[in-house]
């Protein structure tokens, strides 16, 4: 099977992202600034070949694809399986709330521990990954000898570049996810590669990384 090119991009701004707030699966949309990034991304990406645009089904996301995909004349197909890790009762709380009301539970985030579930319906970063890339492989596996563009979320990109770096879930980040910005992967049936990442030139200036202390 020949492989499948991918265009991996995370959504454009949120008021949230600004204010380091854990936006996890509520449907938050983009700011001013997402808006103007979304339109940037689509515009850098105007002169490729894609056979599809997926997204995740919440806002920031989709507003986001919707930018790519009008300028390749295709229309963006939403998936729930691309939405952002599940934060339980962290959702709508800034890292310093956090910290400061369940100190433990802050504690477990920091270390990355793998099994570990935010309380209140929480994901696993296990069961994070387990969801990335059986999502994405399928997506990618419907395209073989193509080109598709998968727009999602912070804690779905960085998932995916462990995939395809061969770290594990608890490794220390080293590397930048900001908003707006272009990746690009190969898959085969036997994984992914990592072609480029992070790539900001079509932006004018940062995007935004919320590179916590976890």
Known sequence: MEATRIIAVRHGETSWNVDARIQGQLDIQLNDTGRWQARRVGDALSGEDLSAVYSSDLGRAHETARAIADAAGIPVVAHPGLRERRFGMFEGKTFDEIHQTWPDHAQNWKK???????????????????????????????????????????????TLYRVATGQEVNSPRTWQLPNGAINRLLWTPEGFTLVGWSDTQHLDHAAHDENTSF
């Open 112 to 158: 990355r521990i793998p099994e570990w579930e935010p309380p209140q319906g929480g994901e696993s970063l296990l069961q994070l990954r387990e969801r990335v890339t059986r999502t994405i492989s399928d997506l990618a596996a419907r395209h073989g000898g193509e080109q598709i563009a998968v727009v999602a979320h912070g804690g779905v990109l960085d």
